[in-house]
């Protein structure tokens, strides 16, 4: 495991995306109403439009070109045009910051 750190706690708001970029894996962090962070993808599987721009809103992501939703938990894409997953990571909360491990997606 190759964790990295991304950015502080504090960097978040809540219900609204954030984009990273690790290595050369951009992905969108999300903190949700209940303090989980979630880390996935930053790139939709439809249109190739960066997901950290979109809509948070009862665990998923919405991108804002085409509307397609993927859950947080899982990347899978809940509407269409999209019918491809983003990947999901691993995410650590420790000391108010925030660690992924971008060279292993969550298999869900």
Do not use: Y
């Not at 990273?20 to 599987?45: E, K, M, N, R």
Request: charged residues 20%; aromatic residues 6%.
């Amino acid at each position: 495991m190759s964790e990295e750190l991304v950015c502080a706690l504090d960097d978040l708001v809540v219900d609204r995306a954030k984009r990273v970029v690790v290595g050369q894996i951009p992905v969108a962090l999300v903190l949700d109403s209940t303090g989980t962070v979630h880390a996935i993808g930053d790139t939709c599987t439809h249109g190739d439009i960066s997901l950290s721009e979109g809509f948070v809103e009862d665990g998923t992501l919405e991108c804002w070109a085409h509307g397609s939703q993927f859950e947080l938990t899982s990347g899978k894409p809940l509407s269409l045009p999209a019918f491809e997953p983003v990947p999901v990571f691993s995410v650590a909360v420790r000391d108010g910051n925030i660690f992924i491990d971008p060279t292993t997606p969550k298999v869900i």
